[in-house]
């Protein structure tokens, strides 16, 4: 494989990104209707801390405004029997400061790297509690998800060397933070 920033993005997250998977326990967490819903409430209040962080960070919305999943996870939710009004009020975790386009994507490569992962975890959700299960958020982006990657890495990959500790940090700092986030309502 080529040595791009992705692949070192992917190396240095290695660690963080591992802890995650290891302590989160989706399967537990989707195992009934309610703690699927509580972890849809998690997963909105880091979405709604960190959206309008990488947004900022960023400055292109033409490139970021397809890739937010607040809505999708709202409406699940509300699916679910969460009032919208309610939705707003979740608890969320402090904003992070992302300073430029490097650590904007570095916290970006984590949100849009679970697209994927996620999948795997909305079929599991659908085949255990069946059609109607509401998986906005977890049934990513239908055939769209790989040519969005696909420009996701091609945008990542164009960082200039300068930029590349800030990428690298907030992809550690970003999974750091989800784990600490999901898991500490346990």
Do not use: K, N
């Not at 399967?27 to 998690?42: D, F, I, K, S």
């Not at 970006?108 to 509690?129: A, F, K, M, N, Q």
């Not at 509401?134 to 982006?141: I, M």
């Not at 945008?155 to 907030?170: K, M, N, V, W, Y």
Request: overall charge negative.
């Amino acid at each position: 494989m080529s040595d791009t920033l992705h692949t070192r993005l992917r190396a240095a997250t290695a660690e963080a990104h591992a802890a995650l998977e290891r302590d989160l326990d989706w399967q537990e967490r989707v195992a009934t209707l309610p703690a699927y819903a509580g972890l849809l409430a998690r997963l909105r209040g880091f979405h709604a801390a960190y959206e309008p962080a990488i947004a900022l960070g960023l400055a292109d919305a033409a490139f970021f405004e397809p890739r937010r999943r607040l809505a999708a996870l709202d409406a699940d939710l509300v699916a679910l029997g969460l009032d919208a009004d309610r939705c707003g009020a979740l608890p969320a975790p402090p904003a992070p400061a992302l300073a430029g386009e490097g650590a904007a994507l570095g916290a970006l490569y984590v949100l849009e790297g679970s697209t994927l992962g996620g999948l795997l975890i909305g079929r599991h959700v659908g085949g255990l509690h069946g059609d109607g299960v509401p998986l906005a958020y977890y049934a990513g982006r239908g055939r769209a998800a790989g040519p969005m990657w696909r420009t996701f890495r091609e945008r990542l990959d164009g960082l200039t060397a300068a930029q590349e500790p800030a990428a690298l940090g907030a992809g550690i700092a970003t999974f750091e933070a989800m784990r600490d986030w999901l898991t500490q309502a346990r």
